[in-house]
């Protein structure tokens, strides 16, 4: 589903260049659960974020469901990103002046989905995530579990076949986290492919594979 | 839809920011819409004539004596007409209104301007009466049947609007007129005429002599003809008439053809287009504010951009997303903007002098509605585009990662609102440079020395009218009668009589000539020109013209004694310079004998120049007792003691005149206080209204930079705090933010001060005594922006300079 060959990523620095990625070759299945570790600074946002089509400034091949991502322009990689990313952000990123059922619409309007197809399928999403109650509300007036639960059916809401997550547990305290890393299990369970960057090794123990980083090198 | 809605809602969140950019944006669409609807009514609506574009006005010129509009000859005119290849139709008509007459009503006799006009005059123009028809060929032959062609608002109010007047007669001024037509409602040419009648040159020298100028012409182009080209032939035609006068004399004429809507506007076009710039230049400023506020709402809003664009947002959808954002504002601007039009627009209506033709019917109609949203959706597009741009420039990736401190978003913002506050400097300093050049000449203008005592003085016209006092010794009799009455009046000083009342009639007077002892014939046509003017002993006290010599008219210089005359000093220095003027002699109009000798008068007094003919316009003055001139009086000028007012000597001037003719209107009672206020007007108008948007302009700069400022105080905190804890001193922080903040500002300074010099030549006409590149206004325009500016930049600096480290570093 992912194949990454020799994908690098560098910043031109007054000096000179500085490597933030090096080498990395990478191959992740559909149905895969991956876990992105390392040091902070070892380039695991930056990997994260090249695999969701959010940077097109490095170097390599990508393979992305069989579209070679380094031969894309800008709109076909945005066309993919669409149709089969979800991610899902440490701080959550709700957009403050939406309500919870606005922010869970959002990726459907930019997929130009008709009105009364995107009313059901947010009202599956929030009866699934048990959040129909809270569909008026506005971020700031849940808690960062309740935040971060938003987040991830916010994801979900446009049926990607992966969700990508930025340490999605980062702000959140260990109660809140355990149920946030089991969703994603139940979610891998039913299929969807899952990546994301973590600290910890309890939350990586949820995955079926781990990829460390150091230095920008593939450990 | 939805992104509409969504802007909306964020405005509401937004308050006091959405508040700031609609109320800014409100205040430029109201005032360009309110300036929009007078540059229509005035510039842009058509005149009520036909192919209007076709039409001319005719004057002539002769530099080199000094006479510019100078009024066209009755032989000029005909062969003009008959001569002129590029003239399709000519008209003549005099250059006053000349054809006022008497009608008498129950409420007592009523004066009704009327112009006298060459047959022809209506087709040129190409209006056709409402009702009954035009002149044709035939009613203005010597002996013809009177006729008259009646104004709308004159057959409305006087006559009841009956349409079975036409062809009916009617008696005016105890002469029987049959009425041929009414004329179009949306009718007045010339201005102030309610009725029409045929031009029949009464005496024999206005119809053959070349030398007396008193038509103005108005003309249609031939097909394909412009006005350059008729310029050029008219100019031929005029040097050879001018020859023709002088016997091929030197005399050097020339014609001046002018674009009859140019004519009409006058300087009212360049005072509109000064004002239209002030306000556009004030909409900038308004734009410049709103995008300032938008690019650091933009950056304040970057997380969320990022996130939009990570769920799938194209760059266009975001940009839709802010300019709706914008949109809204505008939307909210215009309703609002359209408000405070109305208020602008009576404002303006109620400042501006009475005489810009058009301005009193301008209204907030579809036109300038639609305008007022074309210029809401321009601002918002103008005010949002750049920043909405500027704010999805960013990759994702760097918005997601969190880097938002020393980011290039964040660097860009930066730059970009410097950008933002230099501009709004440069605009604001070009409105406040162009504005201090017109409040100055204004005041220059308002400081002159009239020459002449406004105070206490009240004018009148009295005429007397020729159907009552058909010879001209009775109307001079009549005004001696008058006189008497008044100087015995409690309450009054001194009175006297004048053909023309100064300011009046603008350029309009009566262009004498004059001729030196020992002079050929041909030089009184080579003379520079002077300021005609016929008056009655008493005159030039009334007037309270400050006597510099000699003494004033008095019973003795009456048509039996000898010919006298008293001249302006500027007069008496150019024709005896070091010498004295009294006791010196010159024939002028009407002291040619009958056997073509000249008689010539002697200079009894010398007085102060005044200003007859226009605030700025000194001419060469010439006073002749009217007993001695051609020329009759019709205004009469009484002045009081301190304590008299106005009320009282008019009252007391109408019972004098009632006393000698209860038939007899007296009409257009003025103080002579209002003629010079009413001359003001124009200036004072532009004074006041481009002082206005100084103003405006100046408060909403410091507003733009203030905000500035302050956004970037709140930007910098952490690092100011840092440069606190690392041993920077309160004054080093003050200093710092200070500087930031004027080191645009300075630089909009300079560009607007170029930008002001350039601009400043096409306002130039509209200056008196002020150069356009005043070096003064434009350090002051310069200091007073940088005055503001500091005031604007202290309470944020101040606040930087407050700043706790230990907290704001916490709070990090």
Redesign the interface.
């Known amino acids: 589903m992912i194949s990454l060959r020799n994908v690098e990523k560098s910043y031109d620095l007054g000096g000179g260049k500085v490597y933030v990625l090096r080498r990395i070759s990478l191959d992740i299945k559909e149905g895969d659960f991956v876990s992105i570790m390392g040091p902070s600074g070892a380039g695991k946002?930056?990997l994260l974020?090249i695999l969701?089509l959010?940077?097109?400034?490095w170097t390599g091949e990508f393979d992305f469901v069989g579209a070679p991502v380094h031969k894309l322009g800008r709109?076909e990689r945005?066309d993919l990103?669409?149709k089969h990313v979800g991610?899902v952000?440490q701080?959550y990123?709700l957009?403050?002046?939406?309500t919870v059922y606005e922010n869970i619409e959002?990726?459907l309007?930019?997929?130009d989905v008709k009105k009364s197809e995107r009313q059901a399928i947010v009202a599956d999403v929030l009866d699934r995530f048990q959040i129909v109650g809270k569909k008026d509300l506005y971020p700031n007036q849940l808690s960062g579990g309740q935040q971060q639960l938003v987040g991830i059916a916010?994801a979900l809401v446009?049926s990607p076949k992966v969700i990508l997550a930025?340490e999605p547990t980062g702000n959140l305290h260990s109660d809140q986290g355990r149920e946030i890393m089991e969703l994603f299990k139940k979610l891998n369970d039913e299929g969807t492919t899952i990546v994301q960057v973590t600290h910890s090794e309890t939350n990586a123990s949820y995955g079926s594979r781990v990829i460390r980083l150091k230095d920008g090198w593939m450990a | 839809m939805r992104d509409l809605a969504h802007g909306l809602r964020r405005l509401r969140r937004a308050g006091a920011t959405s508040a700031l950019a609609v109320s800014a944006l409100a205040l430029g669409i109201g005032l360009g819409s309110a300036l929009f609807a007078a540059v229509d009514a005035v510039l842009l609506r058509p005149l009520p004539f036909a192919e209007e574009g076709r039409l001319v006005f005719v004057t002539e010129t002769d530099d080199q004596r000094g006479a510019t509009q100078r009024p066209v000859s009755y032989p000029d005119y005909l062969d003009l007409a008959r001569d002129a290849k590029t003239l399709a139709a000519v008209a003549a008509m005099p250059n006053t209104l000349s054809e006022a007459l008497t009608l008498a009503t129950a409420s007592g006799p009523v004066r009704l301007e009327g112009a006298a006009v060459s047959h022809g005059f209506f087709d040129v123009l190409g209006v056709r009466p409402a009702l009954g028809k035009a002149f044709e060929p035939g009613h203005d032959r010597a002996g013809a049947e009177r006729t008259l062609v009646l104004a709308d608002a004159a057959w409305r109010h006087h006559f009841g609007a009956d349409p079975r007047l036409v062809g009916r007669s009617v008696e005016l001024s105890g002469e029987s007129y049959r009425v041929i037509g009414i004329a179009p409602a949306d009718f007045e040419y010339p201005k102030g005429a309610e009725l029409w009648t045929p031009l029949v040159p009464a005496q024999p020298a206005y119809l053959e002599a070349r030398t007396t100028g008193w038509l103005h012409l108005v003309a249609r182009l031939a097909p394909g003809a412009t006005v350059e080209a008729a310029d050029a032939e008219l100019d031929g035609l005029v040097a050879r008439q001018a020859a023709l006068a002088t016997g091929g004399g030197t005399e050097k004429r020339s014609a001046v053809v002018t674009p009859l809507r140019d004519h009409l506007v006058g300087d009212a076009g360049p005072a509109l287009g000064l004002l239209a710039a002030a306000v556009a230049l004030v909409l900038l400023i308004a734009c410049s504010n709103v995008a300032s506020l938008l690019v650091a709402h933009g950056l304040a809003r970057r997380r969320e951009l990022v996130v939009r664009t990570a769920l799938g947002a194209s760059r266009a959808r975001l940009v839709r997303l802010l300019l709706c954002e914008t949109l809204v504002v505008a939307a909210l601007g215009t309703g609002l903007g359209l408000g405070l039009a109305h208020l602008s627009l009576t404002a303006l209506i109620g400042l501006a002098p009475v005489d810009v033709p058009g301005l009193a019917s301008a209204t907030i109609d579809g036109r300038v509605s639609a305008f007022a949203v074309a210029l809401a959706f321009a601002s918002a597009l103008l005010a949002g585009l750049w920043p909405a741009l500027s704010a999805t420039r960013e990759a994702p990736v760097d918005g997601l990662r969190g880097q938002s401190r020393g980011s290039s978003s964040e660097a860009r913002a930066v730059r970009a609102r410097r950008v933002l506050v230099g501009l709004e400097a440069a605009f604001a300093v070009v409105v406040l440079a162009l504005a201090g050049l017109v409040v100055r000449s204004f005041l220059r203008l308002s400081a002159q020395e009239l020459g002449y005592r406004p105070d206490q003085a009240l004018t009148a016209r009295v005429g007397p009218d020729e159907w009552r006092h058909p010879k001209p010794e009775d109307r001079r009799r009549f005004h001696h009668q008058l006189l008497a009455q008044l100087r015995a009046a409690p309450g009054v000083t001194a009175a006297g009589s004048t053909l023309l009342r100064p300011l009046e009639l603008g350029p309009i007077g009566i262009d004498g000539w004059y001729l030196l002892p020992g002079q050929p014939e041909a030089a009184a046509q080579q003379n520079p020109i002077v300021n005609y003017m016929p008056v009655t002993p008493g005159y030039l006290p009334a007037m309270g013209l400050s006597p510099r010599a000699g003494r004033d008219f008095g019973e003795r210089d009456g048509a039996d004694g000898a010919l006298v005359a008293i001249v302006g000093e500027r007069l008496a220095r150019m024709l005896w310079p070091g010498q004295d003027a009294i006791g010196q002699r010159l024939a002028t109009v009407g002291s040619k004998a009958p056997d073509g000798s000249f008689r010539f008068s002697e200079v009894i007094g010398v007085v102060a120049d005044g200003r007859y003919r226009g605030l700025a316009d000194v001419r060469l003055d010439l006073y002749v007792p009217v007993e001695q001139s051609p020329f009759p009086v019709q205004f009469v000028v009484v002045r009081g003691r301190d304590e008299a007012t106005h009320e009282a000597l008019a009252t007391r001037l109408r019972a004098a005149v009632a006393a000698l003719d209860p038939l007899q209107p007296v009409t257009d009672v003025a103080p002579l206080r209002a003629l010079v206020a009413d001359a003001q007007g124009g200036a004072r108008f532009r004074s006041q209204a481009t002082g206005g948007f100084a103003v405006l302009a100046l408060l909403l700069a410091a507003l733009g930079i203030f905000g500035v400022v302050g956004w970037s105080v709140a930007e910098r905190r952490r690092e100011l705090a840092v440069r606190l804890a690392l041993g920077a001193g309160r004054a080093d922080v003050l200093g710092l933010v200070l500087r930031d903040g004027l080191a645009p500002v300075a630089a909009g300074v300079l560009a607007g001060l170029a930008a002001a010099a350039v601009l400043a030549r096409l306002v130039r006409s509209l200056l008196f005594e002020v150069s356009a590149a005043d070096p003064a206004i434009f350090a002051l325009a310069a200091g007073l922006l940088l005055a503001a500016a500091v005031a604007a930049c202290l309470p944020p600096a101040l606040r930087a300079s407050r700043v706790d480290p230990a907290e704001a570093l916490a709070a990090e």
């Not at chain 1, 957009?95 to 939406?98: G, H, K, T, V």
């Open positions: 946002s930056t974020h969701g959010h940077d097109s400034a709109k945005l990103q669409r991610f952000f701080s990123h957009l403050d002046d939406l959002v990726p309007t930019y997929r916010r446009a930025d």
